[in-house]
T-cell receptor, first 109, second 116 residues
């Protein structure tokens, strides 16, 4: 079983919809990360968080340390949001990284 | 200016060959990484390296070796390539060693390796 599980695996939404991607992890962590991988393959870091909530434009990331769960929300989704979203965690020791299997999002105009 | 660059972008080779992928970062970062992304898009860290410490993921075969001529470069050498090595390999860098909330990683564009 993977240390980081994401759901759903695939998601199709209509433009403008509110989207939620979930991430659960089973190890002690010092930080959780959300990454975005575009169809062209490039990977960018969206958020790094260890508690609470962070917002950047239409993207919001939350984390509940007690429940070992994080969510990535996209408000007013747009076709350019179509990408694979990957959740990753840094172990409590700081030198182990674990990745989720990714959520493939397609936003239809 | 590209922050983290990799060459080549595509690499097609025969089983048994030895190949290298180059990575360079112009961010002045102390730490560089190599990741492997398999056909199911699953990312896995292979190495973390700064000028003081190399951390190897214990599942990485010793046919894979990182070589760092200087702080801005971390090349990946692969000996005796196998079919299962086919994947996309990403290089990344960060300011300090450890992937924490204050220490964003910047990824290269990836190298797609195909072993025939």
């Amino acid at each position: 079983k993977n240390e980081v599980e994401q759901s759903p695996q695939n998601l199709t939404a209509q433009e403008g919809e509110f989207i939620t991607i979930n991430c659960s992890y089973s190890v002690g962590i010092s930080a959780l990360h959300w990454l975005q991988q575009h169809p062209g393959g490039g990977i960018v870091s969206l958020f790094m968080l260890s508690s609470g909530k962070k917002k950047h434009g239409r993207l919001i990331a939350t984390i509940n340390i007690q429940e070992k769960h994080s969510s990535l929300h996209i408000t007013a989704s747009h076709p350019r949001d179509s990408a694979v979203y990957i959740c990753a965690v840094t172990s409590i020791t700081g030198n182990q990284f674990y990745f989720g299997t990714g959520t493939s999002l397609t936003v239809i105009p | 200016d590209t922050a983290v660059s990799q060459t080549p972008k595509y690499l097609v080779t025969q089983m048994g060959n030895d190949k290298s992928i180059k990575c360079e970062q112009n961010l002045g970062h102390d730490t560089m990484y190599w990741y492997k992304q398999d056909s199911k898009k699953f990312l896995k860290i292979m190495f973390s390296y700064n000028n003081k410490e190399l951390i190897i993921n214990e599942t990485v075969p010793n046919r894979f070796s990182p070589k760092s001529p200087d702080k801005a470069h971390l090349n990946l050498h692969i000996n005796s390539l196998e079919l299962g090595d086919s994947a996309v390999y990403f290089c990344a860098s960060s300011q300090v060693f450890m992937w924490a909330t204050y220490n964003e990683q910047f990824f290269g564009p990836g190298t797609r390796l195909t072993v025939l």
